[in-house]
């Protein structure tokens, strides 16, 4: 665990001021090398939109009819499509028969009009050969279609990518069931090159001390891990043991997750906010430790939700932290509407008007609903209303402090 002048030293280091954020100095004394995240696989090249000139070719406007007509694109992407992808269908015999396959396997209309806009040149390879061995296997699998739509999985040779890939994550997830749910989590799973990205970023994990079991874990929750280069890898451990959290701790795979998702600059920007509303290094460092997706959540709801507690709540913001679970529940859809819920209660004179306001927040829906809601729903209608939304919420005008 790290040392409270550890954690002042490091905290001090992340959190420069306003201008330093400015100038880009970053907060993880980052080798010279890795100034930044670099992850260009998260983005999506931006879609071809400009207007396409009509084509002459008699090919172009085929395959662009068919794209509107049996695929059900709009006329603007199929033209995007036939100009940027180079796909010419002159005899739709083959593309019918790949849409039957689709459709046979439990394709919707919708599904194959985004997975052709995806994947246009799906249309010409071999149905049965190619595509079919393809859908058999993630049906064995137990994929279900929605999956198969992402990021041109369709695509990628079954036996030399595909196949491969699930063995690989086997080895580390163990069942079938587990690779689903790393899968759905992490819509790129297998479009991962097994020997030159995976197993480096394996053997980085373990030479670093992460049993077999954190590292199914970590991969479970975040299979993006496995994409990683061994230096980043390394340095992302080094951060979080700084932070007071070493691999040991149960809460390190989730803090890892937390790092690999966020840029650097990002998180400056995030630790400068925090501090500029308040916070102090010592409560954000600890509340990290204790709920790391307080990193994740946007700027402007960072500010929107403690402005809320410290303004409308009049709370202290070193006691919310300390519960830092409840900045990350929604404030329109959670928190204002409990608050709605407890100043009902107060005001009938069902609960306390010195109640611990945070205390009462906290927890899952079920259980508030239970202790405030249906609790008082016969004799005060209004808490099911204010539950709901249905009234706005006005503050605690005369709660005790």
Known sequence: MLSPSGGRRFVVLICRNAAAAGAGINPFQPQPQAASFSYRYFSTPASTRAAIAPDPNPSHTTTASYLVAS????????????????????????????????????????????????????LLIDPDKILRPK??????????????????????????????????????????????????????????????KMRPALQALRRHGLSEEVISKLVLIQVGVLRLAPDRIAQIIEDLEALGLPVSDSRFVYGFRVM????????????????????????????????????????????????????????????????????????????????????????????????????????NSQAFSKQYVLRYAGDIPDVVEAYEGKIKFEGFKDRMA
């Open 71 to 122: 695929c059900g694109l709009s006329p603007a992407a199929a033209a995007a499509i036939v100009a940027s992808h180079g796909v010419r269908i002159v005899s739709t015999a083959k593309a019918d028969a790949v849409l039957a396959l689709l459709r046979h396997y439990g394709f919707s209309d919708t599904q194959i009009a985004y997975l052709i806009r995806q994947s246009p040149r799906l």
């Open 260 to 363: 690999l998702s966020i840029k650097r600059e990002t998180w400056l920007r995030k630790v400068v906010l925090y501090r500029s509303l308040g916070v102090s290094e010592g409560d954000l460092v600890r509340a990290f430790r204790t709920q790391p997706t307080i990193m994740l959540i946007s700027e402007e709801n960072i500010k929107k939700k403690l402005r809320f507690f410290l303004e409308d709540l009049k709370l202290d913001l070193s006691y919310v932290m300390q519960r830092p679970v409840v900045i990350t529940y929604s404030l329109e859809k959670c928190i204002i509407p409990r608050c709605v819920v407890l100043s009902v209660l107060m005001r009938k004179g069902k609960i306390d008007r010195g109640t611990d306001l945070l205390r009462a927040l906290l927890g």
């Open 135 to 196: 859908l058999e296997f993630f049906a064995s699998l137990g994929f279900p279609v929605g999956y198969l739509v992402r990021k041109s999985i369709l695509e990628h040779s079954l036996n030399k990518h595909i196949i491969p890939c699930v063995e690989f994550l086997r080895g580390i997830l163990g069942t079938d069931a587990n690779i689903r749910l790393a899968a759905s989590r992490f819509p790129y799973s297998f479009i991962f090159d097994p020997e030159k």
